[in-house]
């Protein structure tokens, strides 16, 4: 039996069973689901908080609505995807998904230059075909390579490191950028910044929400932005869910954010571009 890491095994346990058959039942439902259809993605806004009123960069996060389970979280199913292989053709989906996404956007108004986040496992990001299918996707969508955005871990680095890192660099010579995911919440975060290739920082919210009232999550965010400004990258604080958390941020110099407050996560076509400018709702 594999349990989350990949390395890690245990003998099975009677008590394990229910669970185990659980995961079977979500893995075929996962791969019939990879056929019929299951899957959409949704756009959450990143703003700037010098003017969060519109937005020309969002994060595409992957619902699914099983036929057979119902509506699964995606922290519960990326997971399973993550050990069984199956990312890889979901990821593919999720990447053409999100070109397909992006470029009807664009054609409906939303800026050319618009910046979309998409998350990539680190099993996805191990193949070695990664940039040839995210390059072709981006082409066959008639996308700018400058779109696109890679969102990744530091878990990232577990394995292979150095074609990952030869990977993102390639990448990010030919426009992608890449965001480092849920800063501070690894534990090696300052390690892997020396060698990670990346052009944004995402602060992870069980920081952000103790930015009010919990001097520690303060001083935390207080240091993630000096320390994403002598890299000279944006730092998006994620989870932001009031004006008050909003205008904190601000004033301690936090150039972007994401969050409830702005808006929740909707399909893409629920946002109506208006010459070029897409408003918040
Ligand atoms: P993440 O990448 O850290 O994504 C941010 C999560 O925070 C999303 O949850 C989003 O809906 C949620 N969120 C945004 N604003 C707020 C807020 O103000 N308050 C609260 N409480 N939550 C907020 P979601 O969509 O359920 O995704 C969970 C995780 O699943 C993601 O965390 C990411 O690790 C993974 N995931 C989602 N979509 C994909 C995907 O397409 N590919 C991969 N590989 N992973 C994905
Ligand atoms: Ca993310
Ligand atoms: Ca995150
Ligand atoms: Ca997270």
Known sequence: IRTGSNREYVLFQPEMRENELNNIRMFQALREDLVNDGFHLVLQPIVD???AQTFTEGECLIRWQSAELGFVPPDVFIGLAERTGTI??????IIEEACRELAAFIARGAPDNFKLHINISAVQLQ??????HLLASI?????????????ITESVLLQNSHEVIDTLNYLRRLGLSVAIDDFGSGYS???YLHLLPFDCLKIDRDFVSGIIDDQK???IIASVIMLSQSFGVPLVAEG????????????MGCEKAQGYHY???QPFTAWEPNDGTITVN
């Open 189 to 191: 975060s300052l390690s």
């Open 127 to 132: 193949q070695p075909d990664f940039s040839e």
């Open 240 to 251: 932001v869910e009031s004006a008050e958390m909003g205008e904190k941020l601000q004033g």
């Open 88 to 93: 890889i053709k979901l990821g593919r989906w």
């Open 263 to 265: 808006s929740r996560p």
């Open 49 to 51: 908080l010098d003017y």
């Open 217 to 219: 999550s303060e001083a």
């Open 139 to 151: 082409q066959r969508n008639e996308l700018i390579n400058s779109n696109i955005c890679l969102e």
